[in-house]
């Protein structure tokens, strides 16, 4: 299992904590697509308030149960009473019934129209499960759902600085250079990017992957190199240098425009400049930024 795949899995976990407070519902599982022989499948491999074990690793195929059924759809479906509901097929009876499991629910995690997992939640009497369980599950998977779209823009971003940090020419390209404002497009993406990201070890690999690129395309140390700038500093001035303006820096960093104001008077103060494009300049010049 990867970083990532792992990060993925602690999402899907503490998700099961929160459908099981927010439907009331106190039985939770699910998992996340694997492919192997050339077939998709959900494995579950998260429980929460399960009595055996008889759901762990269980595979669920598109079509097959009430799970597969949602994947099938792409949308939410739920039985009142599973063992004897003519709505699914039953291949997965055997896993269920040592669970006792009669009222479940299941919901698609659908990242850009494409299922990347199930979350499950159930009762063990057949009872309906109203409109007010199910929409407070559905709400549970969306926040998965942007979560893992925000992973895969990380893990993007990343793969695409790596190759221009190995790419990168020994030359220095030119200001104007179509190939040099992607490397900084590149690092202003992901400094915009990594506060976002709840995970410390991929925060922390965006970030490294950041420092590489600025690391890469440093200009020789001028006057300004004993300079320390505050993270958040850095992050503005990436922004900025790519043509942001205060609005717009604060909506990619997730900051009020006064708090961006205030992060660039500092920078500013620190550099000893009386703009923003000089402040760029010099936290260039600097090796603050590439």
Same mark, same amino acid.
């Given at each position: 299992?990867?970083?990532?795949?792992?990060?993925e899995?602690?999402?899907?976990?503490?998700?099961?904590?929160?459908?099981?407070?927010?439907?009331?519902?106190?039985?939770?599982f699910g998992?996340?697509?694997?492919?192997?022989?050339?077939?998709?499948r959900?494995?579950?491999?998260?429980?929460s308030?399960?009595?055996t074990?008889?759901l762990n690793?269980?595979?669920i195929?598109?079509?097959?149960?009430?799970?597969?059924?949602?994947?099938?759809?792409?949308?939410?479906?739920?039985?009142?009473?599973?063992?004897?509901s003519?709505?699914?097929?039953?291949?997965?009876?055997?896993?269920?019934?040592?669970?006792?499991?009669?009222?479940?629910?299941?919901?698609?995690?659908v990242? &850009? *129209?494409?299922?990347? =997992?199930?979350?499950?939640?159930a009762?063990?009497?057949?009872l309906p499960?109203?409109? +007010? %369980? #199910? $929409?407070?599950?559905?709400?549970v998977?969306?926040?998965?759902?942007?979560a893992l779209?925000?992973?895969?823009?990380?893990?993007?971003?990343a793969a695409a600085a790596?190759e221009?940090?190995?790419?990168l020419?020994? &030359? *220095?390209?030119?200001? =104007?250079d179509a190939?040099?404002?992607?490397?900084?497009?590149?690092?202003?993406?992901? +400094? %915009? #990017? $990594?506060?976002?990201?709840?995970?410390?070890?991929v925060?922390?690999?965006?970030?490294a992957?950041s420092?590489?690129l600025?690391?890469?395309?440093a200009c020789?140390?001028?006057?300004?190199?004993?300079?320390?700038l505050?993270?958040?500093?850095?992050?503005?001035?990436a922004?900025l240098?790519?043509?942001?303006?205060?609005?717009?820096?604060?909506?990619?960093?997730?900051?009020?425009p006064?708090?961006?104001?205030?992060?660039?008077?500092?920078?500013?103060?620190?550099?000893?400049a009386?703009?923003?494009?000089?402040?760029?300049?010099?936290?260039?010049?600097?090796?603050?930024?590439?």
């Amino acid at each position: 299992m990867t970083a990532a795949d792992g990060g993925e899995a602690a999402e899907v976990r503490a998700a099961l904590l929160r459908l099981r407070r927010g439907t009331g519902l106190p039985v939770a599982f699910g998992g996340l697509v694997t492919s192997a022989d050339g077939a998709s499948r959900v494995r579950i491999a998260e429980l929460s308030g399960t009595a055996t074990h008889s759901l762990n690793g269980l595979a669920i195929f598109a079509g097959h149960g009430l799970g597969g059924k949602a994947v099938a759809l792409a949308r939410p479906c739920a039985v009142t009473d599973y063992s004897t509901s003519r709505q699914i097929s039953h291949e997965y009876d055997a896993a269920v019934e040592p669970e006792g499991l009669r009222a479940v629910l299941a919901v698609p995690l659908v990242v &850009r *129209r494409r299922v990347r =997992g199930l979350l499950y939640g159930a009762l063990r009497t057949p009872l309906p499960l109203g409109d +007010r %369980a #199910l $929409a407070s599950a559905v709400a549970v998977a969306r926040d998965v759902e942007q979560a893992l779209v925000v992973r895969d823009e990380a893990a993007a971003l990343a793969a695409a600085a790596r190759e221009a940090v190995v790419e990168l020419p020994e &030359r *220095r390209y030119g200001a =104007g250079d179509a190939a040099w404002e992607r490397v900084r497009e590149a690092h202003g993406a992901l +400094r %915009a #990017l $990594a506060p976002r990201i709840s995970d410390p070890a991929v925060r922390a690999e965006l970030l490294a992957v950041s420092d590489a690129l600025t690391a890469a395309a440093a200009c020789s140390p001028g006057p300004g190199s004993g300079v320390r700038l505050a993270p958040r500093e850095v992050d503005v001035l990436a922004c900025l240098a790519g043509g942001a303006t205060n609005t717009a820096a604060a909506q990619r960093l997730g900051l009020r425009p006064e708090t961006v104001k205030g992060y660039l008077r500092s920078a500013m103060r620190k550099l000893g400049a009386h703009t923003r494009w000089e402040a760029v300049v010099a936290a260039r010049r600097a090796g603050l930024l590439p």
